[in-house]
């Protein structure tokens, strides 16, 4: 009996089967790879310095071994204890939406995908309470064509420059909840959110602040209206820079908590040659 072969690959994670015979396929016949291209970090690191939420606990690092063992090896290990909703991290839909997906529960699907992104950089460096509007997300598809259905949105404001200096990225370095009324920072307006979410069917929504929603929102409109529709967010996100305005892919994986409302985020895009924007 002739040995049965499993060929997967992460193209086939997205949704398009990959060719595969019982002997290796040649590589000029070898199907091009969703890895093909230039990889970024769209992740901060985690650290002291990192930027939360002003009522949410920081990040810490206790370290527990660093150094050489009696045996004449070296060992380290540490333990680490974040809120769910602090640096890069992704906000699952139950965050502001009761019996909507939970981390662990979001298809891999939604989080891997082809990436559009949304510069309001010039509008947000001279107006920190900036809402990026319809009008915003149309003028984009006037440039670029149509927001195909489907997509991963990203929201870049270019604030990511700002990190890890609160007082410039948030508006205020204060902690505690006196500080969240002094909150000022760009983010997505709810009719932009509508929109994302009913007429282009996104994927996923993503920004470089510290939320979907601006810094002066109280009722956090955005968050409810892409959440209550399972549109998952992911914030503090950086380096949208580097990304073209269309043509990248992003793989968004977060910790996988179980009955988390948000976890700590690696995002990383996929930017092949001919996508990668000119310097």
């Not at 000029?28 to 969703?34: A, K, L, N, Q």
């Not at 298809?107 to 950089?121: F, T």
Request: glycine letters at 8%; charged letters at 20%; proline letters at 8%.
């Amino acid at each position: 009996m002739r040995p049965l072969f499993l060929c997967v690959s992460l193209l086939g994670l997205l949704g398009t089967a990959a060719a595969c015979s019982p002997s290796p396929a040649p590589p000029s016949t070898r199907p091009t790879g969703v890895l093909d291209g230039t990889l970024v970090d769209l992740s901060h690191d985690y650290s002291a310095e990192s930027i939360f939420w002003p009522t949410a606990d920081a990040f810490r690092l206790d370290v527990l071994a660093a150094g050489m063992t009696a045996q004449g090896y070296y060992y380290a290990a540490n333990n680490f204890a974040t809120s769910e909703h602090g640096g890069t991290h992704l906000d699952a839909p139950m965050h502001f939406a009761e019996g909507r997906w939970t981390v662990e529960q979001i298809p891999l699907d939604r989080l891997v995908g082809d990436a559009v992104v949304v510069d309001v950089s010039a509008a947000s460096a001279t107006q920190p309470d900036y809402q990026v509007s319809v009008a915003d997300l149309t003028a984009w598809e006037q440039a670029h064509g149509p927001l195909a259905e489907g997509a991963i949105v990203l929201i870049r404001t270019d604030y990511s420059r700002r990190w890890p200096d609160a007082e410039k990225y948030l508006g205020t370095s204060e902690r505690g909840e006196s500080a969240v009324p002094k909150l000022h920072f760009p983010g997505l307006h709810p009719d932009a959110a509508r929109w994302l979410a009913e007429t282009r069917k996104a994927k996923a929504v993503g920004i470089d602040t510290a939320s979907i929603d601006y810094g002066q929102s109280s009722l956090y409109e955005s968050h409810r209206v892409l959440y209550e529709r399972n549109v998952p967010g992911f914030e503090n996100l950086t380096n949208l820079d580097r990304l073209p305005s269309r043509g990248a892919q992003v793989i968004a994986l977060p910790m996988k908590i179980k009955g988390g409302s948000g976890a700590p985020l690696r995002a990383i895009a996929v930017v092949a040659a001919e996508a990668a924007p000119r310097p």
